[in-house]
């Protein structure tokens, strides 16, 4: 089973201490890497380029943005700075951990790429300790520390959104600190797939799983929304959970994952599965076509919308004493304009007696090969719950396989083992 490295960025401001944590993370724990960034600044006395930075030139940094190269870039203090997020990726992919010492507005771009970054903003206790140690450390004018002491104020209003904060004054317990939020991200059930130990409570349920150890995985994931004006929308009450836990299940049995989720409230799946956020149906069809080329299963867990008004108005409808009517039409079937090549999954909520043969239908009518039914109507399962139960029904004559109830992480493993299982033969 792969345990997802951590993805964590330390930010604040110039002089808080963010490069003596990060070195000393990477000094404290084995398969931890320091992300060296490339910018557009001069090397500044002994810095070696390929270790401190790669130094480049303002034409090559600006080639590099539109080639997607920076998973976040951002101008720091007249200077470009960014982040290679291939490298990143390929480090987490590999249950490697990486640790970013960045500026706060590359932290924001980082957390929005990759929701599961652990984000920590280090700040002295004392405004005036920063003072001291920009002008203790620096041979930068005065001027140029009041710069920085403009800069931190800016900064510091960001905070908010941070996962942690490190008062960094007595070093020893800073380092304490990170080492205590790197040790507990660690034990993240997001990060450790499904833990051995728990799978011996079910050992047969997980059978299946080692299929898909190399093979691609799209999923879908999380509602659509469908916009009547700027601010309000037509959409399908989700939470993205079943779909992040599919990401999970599926990256844990050793595949590449991609992630295309709706705006949902759970959109954080582990580092190394790849997030494409979208919002309309027509947004999910685009991103799911241009994913799908080479995968080898396409598991539709989104709550797409059926309707969308006919019409989106700009701006914000105002408010009046009339009734407003709204016309709504069919959104279109994505799985009919993909065509994909490798298997399909589709999930069907359906309620009441005939919820077997109406998933049965689903199947047939979107051609997927098999089809995941969960019930509307029982309390505790599928849709804005935590926990689900259901049952995997297959097109030809492979035998359904019934799946306990659980929370939605056990059930998507459950889903991804008997897969693993049938398409096994
Ligand atoms: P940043 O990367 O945030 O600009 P550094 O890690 O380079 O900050 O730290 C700035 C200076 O402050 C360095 O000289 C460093 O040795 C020193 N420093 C860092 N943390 C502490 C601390 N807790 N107490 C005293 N000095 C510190
Ligand atoms: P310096 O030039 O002193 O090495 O770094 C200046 C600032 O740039 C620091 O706040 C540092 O954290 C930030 N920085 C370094 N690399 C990157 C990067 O790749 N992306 C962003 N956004 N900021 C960076």
Redesign the pocket.
């Known amino acids: 089973m792969f345990n997802s490295g951590i993805l964590m960025v330390i ?1 604040g ?2 002089g808080a201490g ?1 490069t003596t944590l990060a070195h000393h993370l990477v000094s404290a724990f084995p398969n931890t890497s320091f ?1 060296v ?3 557009t ?1 001069a090397p ?1 006395g002994a810095e070696v380029h390929g270790s401190d ?1 790669f130094f480049v030139d303002h034409n090559t940094f600006m080639e590099k943005i539109r080639n997607s190269f920076f998973l ?3 101008e ?2 007249g ?1 470009h ?3 290679d997020g291939e490298w990143v990726r390929s480090q987490l992919a590999g249950g490697n951990s990486v640790v ?4 706060v ?3 924001v ?1 980082v957390k929005k790429a990759v929701p599961s970054a652990v984000l920590v903003f280090v700040l002295p206790a004392r405004r005036d300790t920063l003072l001291q140690r920009l002008r203790g450390r620096s041979t930068d004018s005065e001027k140029t520390v009041m710069k920085r002491m403009d800069a931190a104020s800016m900064e510091v209003a960001s905070m908010g959104s941070f996962d942690y904060f490190i008062p960094n004054d007595d070093l020893a317990a800073s380092r304490d600190s990170i080492e205590t939020i790197f040790r507990a991200e660690g034990l993240r059930m997001k990060n450790t797939g499904w833990p051995q130990p728990a799978m011996e409570y079910h050992r047969d349920f997980f059978q299946g799983l080692s299929y898909w150890r190399g093979k691609r995985v799209v999923v879908s994931s999380g509602p659509t929304r469908e916009m009547i004006d700027d601010v309000r929308f037509v959409s399908n009450r989700s939470s993205g959970l079943m779909g992040v836990s599919l990401a999970e299940a599926f990256l844990a049995a050793g595949a590449m994952v991609t992630l295309v989720s709706g705006p949902a409230g759970v959109a954080d799946p582990p580092g190394p599965v790849k997030l494409v956020s979208v919002g309309s149906a027509a947004e999910m069809g685009e991103a799911l076509s241009s994913n799908l080329k080479g995968a080898d299963l396409l598991v539709m867990a989104a709550a797409v919308s059926d309707f969308r008004p006919a019409e989106a108005f700009p701006g914000k409808i105002s408010r009046g004493r009339d009734p407003l009517s709204l016309e709504l039409i069919p959104t279109p079937d994505i799985l009919a304009s993909l065509t994909p090549e490798c298997p399909v999954v589709a999930f069907a909520l359906e309620y009441g007696n005939g919820a077997s043969s109406s998933a049965r239908m689903k199947m047939n009518r979107k051609g997927a090969d098999a089809v995941f039914l969960n019930r509307g109507d029982v309390p505790g399962r599928g849709m804005e719950s935590p926990d689900n139960a259901g049952e995997l029904i297959f097109r030809d004559s492979s035998a359904p396989v019934s799946i306990p109830p659980g929370s939605k992480k056990f059930v998507a493993f459950g889903i991804a083992a008997a897969l693993g299982r049938v398409f096994s033969g």
């Open positions: 930010a401001p110039s963010k992300s960034s490339t910018t600044r500044r930075y976040e870039w951002a720091v203090h200077n700075y960014g982040t970013l010492d960045i500026d507005q590359g932290a771009q």
